[in-house]
């Protein structure tokens, strides 16, 4: 069968706990990198932040890319161009350096038209704007966090939040390193990222659920194992996703910026871009592992190991659960271990189905 | 097939064509916002040196005066001597006047008299009104108001403790008024509420002295009407001028004695522009400084035409490619996938038109992306179910017992993460400003509407498929592994 094959029919046997070491060192590495980046060069923020000089110029029959021209001759081809009535243009670049302001009112003035106002204007998305947005993100964090350990529970509450707290200062990190432009827009999208990045988490870890609810009773499987099985099955559904939310963001990328040759678009498309990658990324990679290395310490699953060690399975390669395997979970009551927790204590969790559902077939035949 | 799921199935559809319908039929359109369309730019300048401290502040009350409902996301920004402000959508210079308003103080006044509105001069002089100031002194000829072109007051003599001539909104009469009662201090908030199919404006006063207290007296004296707050012919009961910037927002008969704090109603013949326009000015009385509209113009989009029409060129490849690798991928099911996107784009449409047309909410670049990545969530419902279809198909069950299992399980999951979403939006709308709230709200809306979506019409529309013979015998054509196979165990 091939990879593809394989693919589609849902029988992925990646053999995700091996890569998990080093995901997280890539992660950590990344992280550490963003942050360094954050602290020594910082960000750079745009016009709407920081300020910067306006300048108001008449120039009769001008278009605006002869003034983003004039503009790009000194580094600031993203200075923001309108067009105020018929011929005159307000131009408004973050440069805030009196010297060099005055330099590019020259320019303007030599190459573009008259320059009508020159004036030094403050920034739009002002500092409330930014402790409010903060302040809301503290709260949703804690909320979130409350959200998961309620309906999932807590170990997963805190892999979720360090996947999305990765994705953030990853992407941060990102346009900090290239010196990126940061926009509102830009705000947004990282915003857009964290909400994204949450979501399918929270989808890996339904799915994690199901299956250590439906196998972990059998005693068979070190939670590793069950957590690899869980991945396997939602691999298809997160390249399906990322597929489909990433195309429209690919296009306007290539589209916007390779044959129009617009800039504005591409800058916060690149964070979509990112934050979609990575936000599938650290669902699949980092949550997932954190959650395992939470869940192994338990008393229950600790003895699950203990078991499967003195019956032969050492340590080594993941067991790969096939499917046959998974879908017919052992319905014996096996003996209770003292300390047992969780979904799942003796049976099989009967998943909720409605009339004229058919219960799974008994299993025929024991290997 | 339950008749449940049949009905919901109808009436999503139906719903959706509706709230198409309705949206052409009431031509209304999203407002774009500044980045996208352009607007009207106005230059204000402080009459005064001011501070930067000062001017910020400005910023923050202009912003708030004209972005009551925090989505129409204006540009507001310092400038070296005073604020600059767009407003995306407006295209009547005059209109973005009024809405960013230069003012300086809000001022209660009684009504002594109203006088059609006069062209001719009538000079007059202005004397402070001895108290206790009553109409009568001043309709009696003891005190003359004093007066300047087409017989109002002018700004420079318009003062708190004297009786004025003011004209009001729509120029059409002119008020004689007792000096001040209370001013802006007094408020605490101001709305525009739709009420009983009429649009009025709900006012809370502060407690206490200045506020309440001296509101009550002025209206228990112009409830039955005295010297101060005398009833005119055709009033059942004196009325109290609301006065912003020298000009009359508003004269509502006092209908009560006595108020509650937060029970003050102004119901008026306002439609809703003016009754917005009147709780804005109620509520943003006062600017830390005096500012002037320098000039006003039309501006055009921050994000260049080429840049637009490069981001919707885009978007429509963007949506044919994800329509394309959805039919590829699920086949049949890939359709049913594309009309569950489609019902919910359509509603989430035809709320972001009504809401654009109605509120001002503006469609910007950020909500753009809001709604692309909406987008990417929507089809990912559809792809969680049809997985967990493919995964029970394969696990052993039959592709009709496993439409029926795997919906609650998919669905269960859809809810859980999108909770999630709605909380994030839930919390950032609540507590941000400007384009993050209008963020949240396009993330909320299009979170919303994907639940609708899902549990309306894809969990039926599936379902009826699943009842046909043809189901069961071409999964393939559904994007579905036979009934039945099973891999290779490895273990």
């Given at each position: 069968m091939s990879a593809f094959r394989r693919l589609y029919n849902g029988e992925t046997t990646l053999d995700y706990p091996r890569w998990w070491r080093r995901a997280v060192t890539i992660s950590l590495v990344a992280m550490l990198v963003s942050v360094a980046s954050f602290g020594v060069r910082g960000l750079n923020l745009g016009i709407d932040f920081e300020g910067g000089t306006s300048y108001e110029v008449r120039a009769p029959g001008a278009s605006v890319a002869d003034a983003r021209a004039v503009m790009a001759a000194f580094d600031a081809a993203d200075a923001r161009i309108q067009t105020l009535g018929d011929d005159l243009f307000r131009i408004r670049s973050e440069v805030a350096d009196p010297a060099r302001a005055g330099e590019i009112r020259d320019a303007l003035a030599a190459d573009?038209?008259?320059?009508e106002t020159f004036e030094q204007v403050g920034p739009t998305w002002g500092s409330e704007v930014t402790d409010k947005a903060a302040r809301a993100l503290l709260v949703f964090f804690v909320v979130v966090a409350l959200y998961i350990t309620v309906r999932l529970e807590w170990k997963m509450a805190v892999g979720a939040l360090a996947a999305v707290a990765h994705d953030i200062v990853v992407s941060v990190g990102f346009y900090s390193v290239l010196q990126l432009e940061i926009t509102p827009a830009t705000v947004i999208a990282f915003l857009t990222i964290m909400g994204y990045s949450l979501y399918d988490t929270i989808v890996v870890y339904d799915k994690v659920r199901d299956v250590t609810g439906r196998l972990?009773?059998?005693?068979?499987?070190?939670y590793t194992e069950l957590m690899n099985l869980a991945l396997n099955r939602v691999t298809m559904r997160s390249i399906n996703t990322s597929i489909t939310s990433a195309l429209p963001v690919v296009s306007l990328l290539l589209i916007g910026?390779?044959?129009?040759?617009?800039?504005?678009?591409?800058e916060f498309g690149v964070a979509l871009l990112l934050g979609i990658v990575v936000g599938s990324y650290s669902s699949l990679f980092l949550a997932s592992s954190l959650v395992t290395l939470l869940k192994e310490r338990e008393e229950r699953w600790q003895a699950i190991a203990g078991k499967l060690r003195t019956r032969?399975?050492?340590?080594?390669p993941t067991r790969l659960i096939g499917r046959e395997e998974a879908a017919q979970p052992d319905t014996r009551s096996p003996d209770r271990i003292d300390g047992s927790r969780g979904v799942?204590?003796?049976?099989?969790v009967q998943t909720t189905h409605l009339g004229g559902a058919v219960p799974p077939r008994p299993r025929k035949k024991r290997r | 097939m339950p008749r449940r799921q049949l009905v919901f199935l109808i009436g999503i559809v139906l719903a959706a064509l509706a709230a198409t319908v309705m949206t052409a039929v009431w031509e209304n359109e999203p407002l774009l916002g500044l980045d996208l369309q352009g607007g009207v730019s106005v230059r204000l300048t402080a009459t005064e040196p001011a501070t930067e401290e000062m001017l910020d502040q400005a910023v923050g009350i202009i912003r708030n005066r004209v972005d009551a409902l925090g989505v129409a996301e204006p540009e507001v920004s310092r400038t070296a001597d005073g604020v600059m402000v767009s407003l995306p959508g407006v295209d009547d210079q005059q209109r973005a006047l009024d809405l960013v308003g230069t003012t300086a103080e809000l001022r209660f006044r009684p009504v002594c008299d109203v006088f059609p509105v006069m062209t001719a001069n009538q000079p007059g002089q202005g004397t402070a009104a001895p108290?206790?100031?009553?109409?009568s002194q001043v309709l009696g000829g003891g005190v003359l108001p004093p007066t300047g072109r087409a017989g109002v007051t002018p700004p420079e003599h318009d003062h708190a403790d004297q009786f004025v001539i003011l004209g009001g909104r729509g120029g059409t009469q002119r008020y004689l008024l007792g000096p001040?009662?209370?001013?802006?201090?007094?408020?605490s908030d101001a709305n525009a509420d739709l009420i009983d199919f009429q649009w009025q404006v709900a006012i809370t006063l502060k407690s206490g002295a200045d506020g309440i207290d001296a509101f009550n007296r002025i209206a228990a004296l112009c409830f039955v009407g005295t010297r101060e707050c005398p009833i005119m012919a055709g009033f059942s009961n004196g009325r109290v001028a609301i006065v912003l910037d020298g000009q009359v927002l508003t004269a509502p008969q006092i209908r009560a004695s006595q108020f509650e704090r937060d029970r003050i109603l102004i119901s008026g013949s306002f439609d809703k522009e003016e009754a917005h326009d009147v709780a804005l000015g109620l509520r943003y009385g006062a600017l830390p400084v005096e500012l002037v509209a320098e000039n006003t113009q039309v501006v055009s989009a921050t994000i260049g035409e080429d840049s637009l029409d490069a981001g919707v060129v885009a978007g429509i490849i963007g949506l044919f490619l994800v329509a394309l690798f959805i039919v590829g991928y699920y086949r049949l099911l890939g359709l049913v996938a594309l009309a569950s996107l489609a019902i919910s784009g359509s509603l989430l449409w035809a709320i972001i038109a009504h809401l654009g047309t109605q509120s001002g909410l503006a469609l910007t670049l950020a909500g753009v992306t809001g709604i692309i990545v909406a987008i990417g969530v929507s089809v990912d419902s559809n792809v969680v179910y049809f997985e967990h279809l493919k995964e029970d198909i394969r696990d052993g069950r039959t592709a009709r017992s496993s439409v029926d299992r795997a919906f609650p399980v998919a669905f269960s999951t859809i809810v859980k993460a999108d909770m999630a979403s709605l909380i994030g939006a839930g919390l950032l709308w609540w507590l941000t400003v400007g384009a993050v709230r209008g963020f949240a709200l396009y993330l909320g809306l299009a979170t919303i509407l994907d639940l609708v979506a899902t549990y309306f019409f894809m969990g039926p529309m599936v379902r009826l498929l699943a009842q046909t013979r043809w189901f069961a015998r071409h999964p393939g054509r559904f994007g579905l592994p036979a009934a039945g196979a099973v891999g290779a165990v490895v273990s």
């Amino acid at each position: 069968m091939s990879a593809f094959r394989r693919l589609y029919n849902g029988e992925t046997t990646l053999d995700y706990p091996r890569w998990w070491r080093r995901a997280v060192t890539i992660s950590l590495v990344a992280m550490l990198v963003s942050v360094a980046s954050f602290g020594v060069r910082g960000l750079n923020l745009g016009i709407d932040f920081e300020g910067g000089t306006s300048y108001e110029v008449r120039a009769p029959g001008a278009s605006v890319a002869d003034a983003r021209a004039v503009m790009a001759a000194f580094d600031a081809a993203d200075a923001r161009i309108q067009t105020l009535g018929d011929d005159l243009f307000r131009i408004r670049s973050e440069v805030a350096d009196p010297a060099r302001a005055g330099e590019i009112r020259d320019a303007l003035a030599a190459d573009l038209g008259t320059v009508e106002t020159f004036e030094q204007v403050g920034p739009t998305w002002g500092s409330e704007v930014t402790d409010k947005a903060a302040r809301a993100l503290l709260v949703f964090f804690v909320v979130v966090a409350l959200y998961i350990t309620v309906r999932l529970e807590w170990k997963m509450a805190v892999g979720a939040l360090a996947a999305v707290a990765h994705d953030i200062v990853v992407s941060v990190g990102f346009y900090s390193v290239l010196q990126l432009e940061i926009t509102p827009a830009t705000v947004i999208a990282f915003l857009t990222i964290m909400g994204y990045s949450l979501y399918d988490t929270i989808v890996v870890y339904d799915k994690v659920r199901d299956v250590t609810g439906r196998l972990g009773a059998t005693e068979r499987y070190s939670y590793t194992e069950l957590m690899n099985l869980a991945l396997n099955r939602v691999t298809m559904r997160s390249i399906n996703t990322s597929i489909t939310s990433a195309l429209p963001v690919v296009s306007l990328l290539l589209i916007g910026s390779v044959i129009m040759g617009a800039g504005a678009l591409q800058e916060f498309g690149v964070a979509l871009l990112l934050g979609i990658v990575v936000g599938s990324y650290s669902s699949l990679f980092l949550a997932s592992s954190l959650v395992t290395l939470l869940k192994e310490r338990e008393e229950r699953w600790q003895a699950i190991a203990g078991k499967l060690r003195t019956r032969g399975h050492t340590e080594g390669p993941t067991r790969l659960i096939g499917r046959e395997e998974a879908a017919q979970p052992d319905t014996r009551s096996p003996d209770r271990i003292d300390g047992s927790r969780g979904v799942a204590r003796r049976r099989p969790v009967q998943t909720t189905h409605l009339g004229g559902a058919v219960p799974p077939r008994p299993r025929k035949k024991r290997r | 097939m339950p008749r449940r799921q049949l009905v919901f199935l109808i009436g999503i559809v139906l719903a959706a064509l509706a709230a198409t319908v309705m949206t052409a039929v009431w031509e209304n359109e999203p407002l774009l916002g500044l980045d996208l369309q352009g607007g009207v730019s106005v230059r204000l300048t402080a009459t005064e040196p001011a501070t930067e401290e000062m001017l910020d502040q400005a910023v923050g009350i202009i912003r708030n005066r004209v972005d009551a409902l925090g989505v129409a996301e204006p540009e507001v920004s310092r400038t070296a001597d005073g604020v600059m402000v767009s407003l995306p959508g407006v295209d009547d210079q005059q209109r973005a006047l009024d809405l960013v308003g230069t003012t300086a103080e809000l001022r209660f006044r009684p009504v002594c008299d109203v006088f059609p509105v006069m062209t001719a001069n009538q000079p007059g002089q202005g004397t402070a009104a001895p108290a206790p100031a009553s109409c009568s002194q001043v309709l009696g000829g003891g005190v003359l108001p004093p007066t300047g072109r087409a017989g109002v007051t002018p700004p420079e003599h318009d003062h708190a403790d004297q009786f004025v001539i003011l004209g009001g909104r729509g120029g059409t009469q002119r008020y004689l008024l007792g000096p001040s009662v209370l001013t802006g201090d007094a408020l605490s908030d101001a709305n525009a509420d739709l009420i009983d199919f009429q649009w009025q404006v709900a006012i809370t006063l502060k407690s206490g002295a200045d506020g309440i207290d001296a509101f009550n007296r002025i209206a228990a004296l112009c409830f039955v009407g005295t010297r101060e707050c005398p009833i005119m012919a055709g009033f059942s009961n004196g009325r109290v001028a609301i006065v912003l910037d020298g000009q009359v927002l508003t004269a509502p008969q006092i209908r009560a004695s006595q108020f509650e704090r937060d029970r003050i109603l102004i119901s008026g013949s306002f439609d809703k522009e003016e009754a917005h326009d009147v709780a804005l000015g109620l509520r943003y009385g006062a600017l830390p400084v005096e500012l002037v509209a320098e000039n006003t113009q039309v501006v055009s989009a921050t994000i260049g035409e080429d840049s637009l029409d490069a981001g919707v060129v885009a978007g429509i490849i963007g949506l044919f490619l994800v329509a394309l690798f959805i039919v590829g991928y699920y086949r049949l099911l890939g359709l049913v996938a594309l009309a569950s996107l489609a019902i919910s784009g359509s509603l989430l449409w035809a709320i972001i038109a009504h809401l654009g047309t109605q509120s001002g909410l503006a469609l910007t670049l950020a909500g753009v992306t809001g709604i692309i990545v909406a987008i990417g969530v929507s089809v990912d419902s559809n792809v969680v179910y049809f997985e967990h279809l493919k995964e029970d198909i394969r696990d052993g069950r039959t592709a009709r017992s496993s439409v029926d299992r795997a919906f609650p399980v998919a669905f269960s999951t859809i809810v859980k993460a999108d909770m999630a979403s709605l909380i994030g939006a839930g919390l950032l709308w609540w507590l941000t400003v400007g384009a993050v709230r209008g963020f949240a709200l396009y993330l909320g809306l299009a979170t919303i509407l994907d639940l609708v979506a899902t549990y309306f019409f894809m969990g039926p529309m599936v379902r009826l498929l699943a009842q046909t013979r043809w189901f069961a015998r071409h999964p393939g054509r559904f994007g579905l592994p036979a009934a039945g196979a099973v891999g290779a165990v490895v273990s």
